[in-house]
């Protein structure tokens, strides 16, 4: 198994903290793993990439992902700024946080998930941001079956030091996971 992914999201929606945790979750599994962020002029709200790699063999590809496997959009505003899907593999599959059931790419498997109430709905909001980076990772495990929601619960609670803000984020995780689905 060797699955390539990217991330889109806003600076200040945790998509680096996302594709973090994501990797940590696959460590866990005995799998490797990359996380990439993409480093630029970004701002708070400016569009975001993150790449990462998962795989059952060491990854010798150290650059960022072109043609991804999976793609994970933190905000469904972006898909007016953003061609989110570009580059895709056609047999991919998208995972998007949006407030609808919608899918706005019929030609590839697409997962939806309401990230955004999920964090208002826990309190993870930060200067008036839902934070939706580890919901989005518990219904990334849920579309792709990539990492165990287990997996990535237990390295949510490894990443954060504080047991409230951990507890939080473990529980959107695990909300998304049982809240995604076909869109």
């Not at 992902?65 to 989110?84: M, R």
């Amino acid at each position: 198994m060797y699955t390539e992914l990217r991330f889109h999201g806003r600076g200040g929606q945790g998509a680096v903290t996302a594709a973090t945790i994501l990797a940590r979750a696959a460590l866990f599994e005995g799998k490797w793993a990359q996380a990439i962020p993409e480093f630029g002029a970004e701002r708070r709200g400016a569009p975001v990439r993150v790449y990462a790699r998962i795989s059952d063999k060491p990854i010798e590809v150290h650059s960022n992902v072109v043609e991804p496997d999976i793609v994970v959009i933190l905000d469904y505003e972006l898909l007016k700024l953003v061609d989110v899907t570009n580059g895709l593999k056609s047999e991919g599959i998208v995972v998007i946080n949006s407030p609808v059931n919608t899918n706005p790419f019929p030609k590839f498997k697409t997962y939806c998930v309401n990230a955004t109430k999920i964090a208002k709905d826990l309190n993870l909001v930060v200067s008036g941001w839902p934070t939706v980076n580890t919901a989005m990772v518990g219904a990334l495990a849920k579309a792709s079956g990539i990492v165990s929601i287990d997996s990535v619960v237990r390295a949510i609670g490894e990443y954060f030091s504080s047991p409230h803000l951990a507890k939080a984020n473990q529980e959107a995780a695990i909300r998304a996971f049982e809240e995604t689905a076909l869109c």
